[in-house]
């Protein structure tokens, strides 16, 4: 909520895009991201420069071909965005940041309570669960950009979201073919 006590947690003016994480956001997330995988190399790149290059993708929208030259390369970039999606580590931090947003409104991890409108009963009754999940989503927006964009700036602790948004549902298809 903007009061004038919070309204510097939301001030992104020093950051060097809005899209960056600051301190604390990353703090958050550090913990959720796996670690480097047995042998071979040590990994060079800087994890929190790539979900910054996620995050530039994601809130301006653009494609992947115009990061910033001053994020890790694209390829490193998309690359990661797909084995998060992949593994589960993009579901993993949304749901703790969904948790962590509940417990700070004092309410319990798991809701209670649901809204059911009649167009969802109609269409459960006729078994449509595709054409709602497709019909949920909105038109024009790739897949990939809208599921992971929901899922992280849908919380506070990332940006100033509200914690009653839904859990989006698994997408059928993804943008990114796997590891």
Known sequence: MWTTENRHRYDRDRLRYPSDLTDAEWQLIKPLIPPAKRGGGKRRVNMREVVNGVMYVLSTGCQWRYIPKDLPPR????????L???NGTLERIHHALYVKCR??????ASPTACVIDSQSVKSAEKGALASTRMASMPAGIGLARHGASALLRSHPFVKGGSDQRPLLPRPAQSA???P
Not at 103 to 108: D, G, P
């Open 103 to 108: 417990e700070q409104a004092e309410r319990e």
């Open 176 to 178: 990114c073919a796997g």
């Open 84 to 86: 998060w999606g992949w």
């Open 75 to 82: 390829s490193t970039v998309n690359g990661y965005f797909c």
